[in-house]
């Protein structure tokens, strides 16, 4: 009755903000992510009759705080695989924890791929990837968390019966690097569930966002099938800067960024302008991401760490799907 699983955070090139249900945790729209193989969750789940609720143990504290979206999640869990138990959650996280590195999306991804092990659920309800039931389910947890159940360019798509998701090009199919400059190890003061939903009511730029993001997604979907790279970088940093609009002129303003963040997003402008294949993108949280081709990583990432205020950099290949750990 106990499985682990480990999974990797996703960073959004064509980016999610606001729900469309919030009792359903619902995004209001899809996204195009990529799986960072450089950062890894590791979770355990163990199913226990003399639990009277779910126990989550992050890093090696218990998450009161976490305890609603743990339990919706770990409900919609037992509706899906016909239990009552519930269980113990330990989950370790080898990089920031609520930082804008996405560890709720790695973290509810291997959340339920080691629930389902441990119960002997079927995750992959037809073919290799994981079945609808438990994207769903994921996405309770995290409306990022399905995205991470693959490796490599994924997609995730809302449409009138919930959430797809699925695998556009494998890591091995169109490489790409990641380098991450960390800014901060803190943790945000407002999270993204709250965030996105204080956008939707006051942003002026909210139903704009809204409007225009099937385009930028369904030309994110091109690029990536076509392995166009300059095409990418350009539509997701105009998506990522859209969506950090949308932040800025919420009211009170969310303004995930530091000086650090903007001198980073400065270096990779200048680095593009010398030739160097790579873009940026930058989540709730003041952590700038880097994409680039694979021969400019070494580049990319000495340039990133010379930026004053820059913490560390973790850099990496793009990452396979959560999976189960083998013990
Ligand atoms: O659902 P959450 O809490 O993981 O929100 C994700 C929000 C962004 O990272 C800013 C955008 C995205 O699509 O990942």
Redesign the pocket.
């Known amino acids: 009755m106990h499985a682990s699983a480990i999974a990797h955070p996703n ?2 090139l064509i ?3 606001g729900k469309r249900d919030i009792a359903e945790n619902l995004p209001a729209v899809g ?1 195009l ?1 990529v799986t960072l193989g450089a950062l890894s969750t590791e979770t355990t789940v163990e199913f226990d009759p003399a639990l009277k609720r779910d126990v989550l143990v992050l890093n090696g504290h218990e998450q009161p705080l976490e305890q609603g979206r743990l339990t919706a999640c770990m409900d919609a869990f037992r509706a899906l695989a016909g239990s009552d138990e519930y269980a113990t959650v330990t989950s370790v996280n080898d990089f920031p924890t609520g930082a804008g590195l ?1 560890s ?2 790695s973290g509810y991804a291997a959340l339920v791929t080691a629930a389902a092990a441990a119960l002997g659920l079927d995750q992959h309800e037809s073919g290799s990837s994981p079945g609808s039931g438990l994207i769903d389910v994921a996405r309770i947890g ?4 399905p995205r991470s159940l693959f490796g490599g360019v994924v997609l995730l798509s809302i449409d009138e019966h919930g959430t797809n998701c699925r695998q556009l090009t494998a890591p091995a199919e169109w490489p790409l690097s990641v380098a991450v400059a960390v800014t901060t190890e803190s943790k945000k003061n407002i ?3 709250d965030g ?1 939903e204080q956008s939707r009511l006051t942003s002026p730029f909210y139903e704009e966002w809204i409007h225009s993001h099937a385009d930028d997604l369904n030309a994110g979907i091109r690029c990536a099938e076509a392995h166009d790279f300059p095409a990418l970088g350009k539509l997701a940093e105009h998506n990522c800067l859209k ?1 950090h609009s949308v932040m800025m002129t919420t009211q009170p303003a969310l303004l995930y960024w530091s000086p650090v963040t903007l001198a980073c997003m400065y270096k990779v402008m200048s680095l593009r302008a010398d030739g160097i294949p790579v873009f940026f993108t930058i ?2 949280g003041p952590q700038l991401k880097a994409v680039c081709l694979p021969d400019a990583l070494a580049t990319v990432t000495a340039a990133l760490h010379d930026v004053p205020g820059v913490l560390r950099i973790i850099a990496g290949e793009l990452g396979e799907g959560a999976s189960v750990a083998d013990r």
Do not use: I, L, N
Request: proline share 0%.
């Open positions: 960073v959004a980016k999610y903000w996204s992510s996405a709720s999306a995290s409306g990022s968390a999270t993204s569930r996105m969506m989540d709730a």
